[in-house]
């Protein structure tokens, strides 16, 4: 029960599609039916996950690794399970990274050239990343490839990165899960929502700041003694002195 905080941060993680769910819908054909999906989606990413788990744990008990695929006994099985499921991530990166090449392109480039403004509309630092054949440059794809690159290094040579999403999930995942949706909620909503809508909402903010802290905490813990990290504890002897 110790690592349930970190494990609460990576589930909590995974679910954290915010960033990209405004570029999904805008490009979706039929963007009535965005509620729709959206719901299925989560219900079938729910069950599969609690399933995955549940199937782990029945398994390997309490010698379930962080990384299960470590768990498997044969290394023929393992690396065909590591194959798909690399196979899985290479077919899911490229939406929330869509979506952050689009908010990076959007905030530091200049939008597609016009004739009144043939190197880009808007006043951002640097110029577009189009051409006048609505292509993408050279350069511009090149940027691209290195901020693929640039996730895929963090992601292989940080060590013990289950624990790090569980840092990380801890943080935004709770606050961009929980807390801001209620809070804009009520920001945006606040003269329409009956009273017992109000207290609702604060007491999902409240869970959310809780899980969030305490899981910090349990996270930053567990990096610590992982990597060996001494803290700067005062030292009795010196304080005595």
């Not at 009535?32 to 549940?54: C, Q, R, T, V, Y």
């Not at 899911?92 to 009144?116: C, D, M, N, V, W």
């Not at 403004?117 to 051409?131: K, L, Y």
């Amino acid at each position: 029960m110790g690592t349930f905080p970190i494990t609460l941060g990576i589930v909590v993680f995974s679910y954290t599609s915010q960033i990209f769910l405004p570029t999904l819908e805008g490009n979706m054909q039929n963007p009535d039916e965005f509620e729709e999906m959206l719901k299925w989606s989560h219900i079938a990413a729910g069950l599969s996950k609690a399933l995955f788990a549940l199937i782990g744990f029945l398994t390997f008990g309490e010698e379930t690794q962080d990384v299960i695929t470590n768990n498997l006994p044969t290394r023929g099985f393992r690396g065909l399970v590591n194959l798909t499921l690399v196979t899985k991530a290479l077919l899911s990166y490229p939406l929330p990274y869509f979506a952050a090449a689009s908010l990076i392109e959007s905030a530091l480039f200049r939008g597609r050239p016009t004739e009144k403004r043939p190197d880009g509309e808007g006043d951002q630092p640097f110029p577009t990343c189009w051409g006048r054949d609505n292509e993408l440059r050279v350069w511009a794809v090149t940027l691209r490839v290195l901020l693929v690159l640039l996730t895929m290094f963090m992601a292989v040579s940080i060590p013990h990165f289950v624990l790090l999403m569980g840092l990380i999930g801890n943080f935004t995942g709770t606050m961009l899960s929980f807390v801001w949706p209620c809070y804009f909620h009520m920001k945006l909503k606040w003269h329409t929502l009956d009273i017992r809508h109000i207290a609702w909402e604060v007491f999902i903010i409240c869970c959310g700041v809780l899980c969030g802290v305490i899981g910090i905490i349990t996270s930053f813990t567990a990096l610590v003694e992982t990597y060996h990290i001494p803290l700067p504890y005062p030292d009795p002897n010196a304080m005595q002195g």
